[in-house]
């Protein structure tokens, strides 16, 4: 299998049946670590053994939405919901930026209180930040918004806005979602978000149920076509209190080797090592730079209330401080050889039009 991995890294496109046949052999270690050879070193060629930094600030746990694996649905009956106020938000936007960070990624539910009159409880925040900090990125993660709202946020200054699509498989889309959440609605967000000028990110969940190597293979179609400036990728974790909760996680192997395809899909793109990769191993994010990943988001959310945000069960480094959390992640960077950069970290082809 490694001339498909040879021919990806030259034609940057495999046919759907190469992708299933290439996935479905992530089983040969010794395939893996070609895989992720490659793709380090076509990391490497375009960013150096440089890891960007993003800082993630929680801001609600309230959601509207009931995706089945995910510990913030709006059926969870456990989960202790808070929403940080402006001045919480700019506190950990100003801890971020005391503490290096140019780019700061607001993560939350999808909520009603954050879409009414056109966004603007999030855009006045988005605009605060980037009147205080010009030289700070923000990336949105807030859910499927009204398109007039993603088009405000985007105007008060937000400059990327990551929505997985979770799969690219409209069958497996309803196998992980109840009926009236739509993957049309999703992929036409994700394709508004790509047209208003957002630095786009889908992404998938690596290993949730009912994924094959046909639906990966979908995914890795999809990347293709919607050219997108990020894919963020991590296993599935089962959360206690969601109808998946005895589902069995995704494989770290599997993540990794999908993490090296991507990359050598698309060498340009912002990979990140994603937090779910150190629940079951406490080595995954250090493994998946070294398996093409380039970007690293440690936590800024407030101390105390981080044990409220859990899409999944064993999250990894809730007890720690935003600065506690930075400094490990830093160490674990350094460890392996490569540094963590201060500076806002757009997508190569973005820094090339200077927007
Ligand atoms: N509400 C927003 C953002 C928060 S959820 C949204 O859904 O887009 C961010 C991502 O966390 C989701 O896209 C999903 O891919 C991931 N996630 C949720 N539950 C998870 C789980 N149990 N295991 C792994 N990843 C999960
Ligand atoms: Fe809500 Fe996002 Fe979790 Fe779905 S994945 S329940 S939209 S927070």
Request: charged content about 25%; overall charge negative.
């Amino acid at each position: 299998m490694k001339h498909l991995v040879d021919k990806l890294e030259e034609n940057h496109e495999l046919t759907r049946d190469e992708w299933v046949r290439l996935i479905s052999s992530y089983g040969d270690e010794d395939l893996r670590e070609y895989a992720a050879s490659r793709a380090r070193e076509a990391s490497t060629a375009i960013f150096g053994k440089n890891i960007y930094f993003r800082g993630i600030i929680e801001y609600t746990n309230f959601c509207r939405n009931d995706c089945y694996y995910c510990g913030l649905r709006l059926s969870a009956p456990d989960t202790t919901r808070y929403r940080l106020t402006p001045e919480q938000i700019m506190d950990c936007a100003d801890e971020g930026y005391r503490l290096g960070y140019r780019t700061i990624v607001l993560q939350g539910g999808e909520t009603a209180y954050f879409e009414a009159k056109n966004g603007k409880r999030m855009v006045d925040i988005v605009r605060a930040i980037k009147t205080k900090y010009s030289d700070v990125a923000i990336t949105l993660s807030m859910g499927e918004m009204k398109h007039e709202v993603y088009q405000a946020l985007f105007d008060a200054g937000a400059d990327r806005y990551l929505l997985r699509h979770e799969t690219a498989s409209a069958d497996h889309y309803k196998k992980l979602h109840p009926e009236k959440m739509s993957f049309d609605n999703r992929m036409a967000c994700l394709q508004k978000l790509r047209d208003i000028g957002f630095q786009a990110g889908p992404g998938m969940m690596i290993g949730s149920p009912g994924q094959g190597a046909e639906e990966l293979a979908e995914d890795m179609l999809f990347i293709s076509r919607f050219e997108p400036h990020m894919v963020g990728m991590g296993p599935f974790q089962p959360h206690h209190a969601t109808p998946f909760h005895d589902q069995p996680s995704g494989s770290v192997e599997l993540t990794l080797f999908i993490v090296s395809l991507v990359r050598l899909l698309r060498p340009k793109l912002l990979l990140p090592a994603t937090t779910a990769l150190d629940c079951d191993v406490n080595d995954g994010r250090q493994r998946a730079i070294l398996a093409g990943a380039n970007v690293i988001m440690p936590n800024l959310s407030p101390e105390g209330l981080k044990k409220n945000y859990l899409l999944y069960d064993n999250k990894p480094g809730i007890t720690q401080s935003a600065e506690e959390n930075l400094v490990k992640l830093r160490s674990l960077v350094e460890e392996i050889g490569y540094t963590m950069v201060v500076g806002r970290g757009d997508h190569p082809d973005r820094v090339k039009e200077g927007v």
